[in-house]
């Protein structure tokens, strides 16, 4: 089973255009100016998913997630209002089994993440790269000034609704539950972004997509996969619980050992945290889980970097499952109810700035 990272991939936040060629002397304008780049030739390799689909010279099983695709989409516009547009539309094949990369990073004494900086999206604790090349050298960049990094693949990305986003070869090769998964959580970034809120915006698109996935798969009356998504998401939620223990313990230890001086303490204490850490996975979460290969709680990465990657997309899932029961199960409805709630809380902390 192939991990997902929330959206089934991280976002990759590209801004295209004018700001990129202003900025092109500068790093950040050089990444920009490749993230257009290779954006333009995603969009320029784009096929009809509907010919696809026509076409007796594609395959069956392929033909048969494309049209799933098209389905999913025009539920997600129709019955949970989300803004398709033309997105997933297309389908652009990729030359290779990664996408691309995603870089977070983290002090090691602190919860504090390494942060990006790019025009319109604002503030982001990832950055997303195309180049191998280029996302091993900053991983060992911030390295070299004493980060922790992590480095992972992603097989989707959303331009906000810059560009009509197409289906990519990459996400196609999931399970029918993770396509649908990936085209509504993806759709969900058209209908509702707030810049600087990574954290909002990732963990509340994964509740979408998993929620959305299921009532999609439902309304077909296919109950097999309706069941699979409802069991990710549980897995989900329990992972986030626990990783948000993780979060609280670790805080803890680093505040019991303040200042300079107390770093080979914090660094002491981080490594029985993430022991413990490490032990519960194994014998107590690990049982429950469902959906994740029996060596997840063994083998996934336990450091900063990697557990403030993860708090992203799983952050208080369990609260949009509150205001879900609230709206009676209704997910249209419980959609526009947490953006109305984010934006009211965002006017209001803009007023108390002032």
Known sequence: MRLRWGSVGAVLLIVFGGAAV???ATRTGRYLVRAAWEEGRILRHRRPIAALVADTATDAVTRGKLQLVLDARAFAADSLGLPAREAFTQYSRVPSDTLVLVLSG???????PVT???PVVGRVPYKGFFSVREAQREEARLRDRGFDTY???SPAFSTLGFFNDPLLSTTLRSDSADVTNTVVHELTHNRYYAPGA???NESFANFVGARGAAAFFRARGDTVNAARCDRRWEDEKRLGAFWTRVKDSLEAAYAAHPGSAGK????TARDSVYAWARRQLVDSVGPVLTTFPSYYTARVRLDNAALLARRVYMTGL??????????GRDLRRTI???IDAHRARHRGDARDER
């Open 22 to 24: 202003l900025t092109a």
């Open 106 to 112: 983290a002090a090691r004494d602190s919860l504090a």
């Open 264 to 267: 080979p303490a914090r660094l």
């Open 318 to 327: 369990a609260e949009y499952d509150v205001v879900w029961e609230r709206e």
């Open 198 to 200: 990574a954290i909002f």
């Open 151 to 153: 480095l992972r693949p």
């Open 336 to 338: 526009a109810s947490v």
């Open 116 to 118: 990006w900086w790019f």
